[in-house]
Nanobody, 117 residues
Framework: QMKLVESGGGSVQAGGSLRLSCSASEYSYCMGWFRQVPGQEREEVASIPVDLIPTYADSVKGRFTISKDDDKKTLFLQMNSLKPEDTAMYYC??????????????WGQGTQVTVSS
């Protein structure tokens, strides 16, 4: 079974930067990052879909950049100009069927990002 391991989370002050990494045990063409705050639904932050054109949530456009190193089977999320509202648990997801159906995704265990004001 495919495994995803996230890293790179931590605590940072507003305006700072973090780079999240997600190491996959198997290759996946389509991948993405999600985040969740306790008591709220998990939301999609950024993804690389089948057409390889990255998509971003409006709240992170211009600040976050998603990228993928296929040779290393690693997904990245560069997060700049972080805001307190970016505080959440961030999850890596593999959409191996590239259907955009979250029910079929493989998930990592998550990495916590905390942004203080």
């Amino acid at each position: 079974q495919m495994k995803l391991v996230e890293s790179g989370g931590g605590s940072v002050q507003a305006g700072g930067s973090l780079r999240l990494s997600c190491s996959a045990s198997e290759y996946s063409y389509c991948m993405g990052w999600f985040r969740q705050v306790p008591g709220q639904e998990r939301e999609e932050v950024a993804s690389i879909p089948v057409d390889l054109i990255p998509t971003y949530a409006d709240s992170v456009k211009g600040r976050f950049t998603i990228s993928k190193d296929d040779d290393k089977k690693t997904l990245f999320l560069q997060m700049n100009s972080l805001k307190p509202e970016d505080t959440a648990m961030y999850y890596c997801a593999a959409d191996r069927l590239c259907r955009g159906d979250v029910n079929t995704y493989t998930w990592g265990q998550g990495t916590q990002v905390t942004v203080s004001s």
